[in-house]
C-alpha cells in the first residue's frame, strides 16, 4: 500500500480505538515507522487527516450498505446484515466510527462534526428505507412508525458495541436487535 493509503488505514484505527482526541501525528508515526514530517506532507492538519478518514469510511459504508441490499432481496436478511457490522467491529476490537467520533463530538471541529452527523444520517435513512420496503412487503407490520424503529436499532446497536468495549469483550449482544426484529416482523 501507499504512504497515504497505511496514514487512512492507522489513523482509522487510531480513531476507532482511541478516539480522535488521543491520537497524535506522533502515534500515527510510530504505528507506520515514518517521520511526522511524512504525515505532515499527506496530511497538513489533523482536521484534514481526519476528513479524509471519514471521506473514506463513507464512501466504504455506503458500498458496503448497497452489497447488503443488492445480496439480500430479503428486508430482514438486509437487516440483519447491518447488525452484522457492528458484531464485527467488536471482534475486531474496535468502536463503530460513527459512535467513536460521537463520544466525542464536543472535542471535534466542525468539519468533522458535520460528517459525523452525516454518517449518523447515512444509516437512519438506510434502515428507513428498508423499514418502508418491508411494510410495502407486508414482512414488516405496517402500523409501526420507520423512523422510530430505524433510530431504536440503531441507537441499541451503537450502544451494545460501547457496553461491549467498556467491559473488554467482543461480544456485541444482539437480544435487543432480535426483540425489536420480533416485534416489527408480521406474523
Known amino acids: 500500500m501507499s504512504t497515504r ?12 480505538t482511541k478516539g480522535y ?12 515507522g515514518i517521520k511526522k514530517a511524512s504525515i505532515h506532507h499527506h496530511f497538513p492538519t489533523k482536521e484534514g487527516l481526519g476528513i479524509a478518514v471519514i471521506e473514506s469510511y463513507l464512501f ?26 457492528f458484531v464485527d467491529s467488536s471482534h475486531n476490537g ?7 467520533l460521537a463520544a466525542e463530538l464536543s472535542a471535534l471541529p466542525d468539519s468533522l462534526k458535520e460528517l459525523t452527523k452525516k454518517f449518523f444520517d447515512i444509516h437512519l435513512q438506510w434502515l428507513e428505507k ?30 451494545s458495541s460501547f457496553v461491549s468495549w467498556a467491559l473488554s469483550d467482543d461480544e456485541v449482544d444482539q437480544a435487543g436487535f432480535d426483540f425489536i426484529l420480533h416485534n416489527i416482523i408480521v406474523n
Open 21 to 32: 482526541a488521543a491520537f497524535s501525528y506522533a502515534d500515527l508515526a510510530e504505528e507506520i
Open 130 to 159: 428498508n423499514l418502508d420496503l418491508g411494510r410495502a412487503k407486508n414482512v414488516i407490520k405496517a402500523e409501526i412508525n420507520p423512523r422510530e424503529i430505524s433510530r431504536a436499532i440503531l441507537s441499541l446497536l451503537e450502544g
Open 5 to 16: 493509503s497505511d496514514l487512512l488505514t492507522t489513523a482509522e484505527l487510531l480513531l476507532r
Open 60 to 85: 466504504r459504508f455506503s458500498k458496503n450498505l448497497e452489497s447488503i441490499n443488492e445480496e439480500n432481496h430479503d428486508v430482514i436478511a438486509r437487516l440483519k446484515a447491518f447488525a452484522e457490522m
Open 94 to 100: 474496535m468502536l463503530p466510527l460513527c459512535g467513536a
